[in-house]
């Protein structure tokens, strides 16, 4: 009973978050997921055809079966303009369930971008990217699931037959979503740096399952910055942070991971990394507060990318499931050809 009382604060607030307002996803390997990072990143990319694919499962140790779900599917490419400059073209589609109630979120889109060569030489490059991208969500949630107040009898017993508001609600609806971003990238050598910002739900859609009422989804506002800077051949480090902040909601990911090259030949390139990373959050009556410690590893082979983290939670919730957040997996694969234009991007 006591490790049940210890879940109840949680679980209410998850349910109270739910019905108020849908979080967006987030990837502990943002860098690994680059379009739902920020619709600029559509084609920035040091080849010509990008595949990526990610997958999140997060609370296990306390919801069970019922944990939180995330998947996410990206392909985009880059189309050459002119001399140097070049459209980005992409599609993205992600889904998430959470609860017992299986609440979930299923989104397709498509993104633009278009990168604008600003300067640079035979050996480096300085771009500036604008892009926006449009789709169409959907919410859900099983009512038949949840459990409502009036079916409560008031000492602590519940009874399944008594009314429930249901009749109240849609248990799913479709809805627009928009955003747009920007990127500034330099490379040079093997060197690169990059910063963006993004704006995601420019039209703030109604979120509420409620007939006849609005709640507007809150707009979110991304910056990133990151980089891979070379301190030897075989040898560098790749850091990198995000800020998100959205509504009441905020939130900071950064760290590095140190990458290790095994062979940088013409046509084998072999290389892993590992790093650790820190997430922050803000809990609103606490101010921010550590949320997670994140190991990270990364294997690149020419061109297939695989990474894998793990979170350890650090937040009040650490001693329902002894430090267990969440694992996460993410896919890559480019498709290269021979470029003859002198363009040059970094590698996520």
């Not at 019905?19 to 010509?48: E, R």
Request: neutral net charge; glycine residues 10%.
């Amino acid at each position: 009973m006591k490790y049940r009382a210890s879940l109840l604060p949680v679980l209410f607030a998850l349910c109270s978050f739910v019905g108020l307002q849908a979080q967006d996803i987030h990837f502990s390997q943002f860098y690994l997921s680059p379009l739902n990072l920020n619709p600029a990143m559509t084609g920035v990319m040091d080849c010509n055809i990008r595949l990526t694919a990610n997958y999140r499962n997060q609370w296990a140790a306390v919801l069970k079966s019922y944990a939180f779900s995330t998947y996410s599917v990206s392909y985009d490419q880059r189309i050459p303009v002119g001399r140097y400059d070049y459209f980005g073209v992409g599609g993205t589609f992600w889904g998430d369930k959470a609860g017992e109630a299986q609440f979930g979120t299923t989104t397709g889109k498509l993104s633009l971008s278009y990168a604008k060569r600003m300067g640079g030489g035979r050996r480096e490059a300085h771009y500036l990217v604008v892009g926006a991208e449009g789709g169409i969500a959907q919410r859900s949630v099983d009512f038949i699931k949840l459990k409502w107040p009036s079916q409560y009898d008031g000492q602590g017993g519940y009874d399944p037959t008594l009314p429930t508001f249901e009749d109240n609600f849609e248990p799913n609806f479709i809805f627009a979503d928009m955003a747009a971003g920007l990127l500034w990238f330099s490379v040079w050598d093997r060197n690169s740096f990059y910063m963006g910002a993004a704006f995601h739900h420019l039209n703030r859609a109604n979120q509420s399952f409620y007939q006849g009422q609005v709640e507007d989804l809150y707009s979110r506002f991304t910056f990133h910055v990151g980089g891979e800077f070379e301190l030897s051949p075989k040898f560098g480090m790749v850091p990198g942070a995000i800020v998100m902040m959205q509504g009441p909601s905020m939130q900071v990911n950064g760290g590095t991971s140190f990458r290790f090259v095994l062979n940088r030949s013409r046509n084998d390139y072999q290389a892993f990394q590992v790093g650790t990373w820190v997430r922050i959050a803000n809990k609103l009556d606490e101010g921010i507060l550590g949320d997670a410690f994140i190991l990270s590893t990364r294997f690149d082979y020419n061109q297939f990318t695989l990474g894998f983290s793990y979170d350890v939670n650090m937040s009040d919730l650490r001693q329902a499931s002894n430090g267990n957040g969440s694992f996460e997996f993410a896919m890559q694969y480019r498709f290269c050809g021979p470029e003859k234009r002198g363009v040059y991007c970094p590698k996520f």
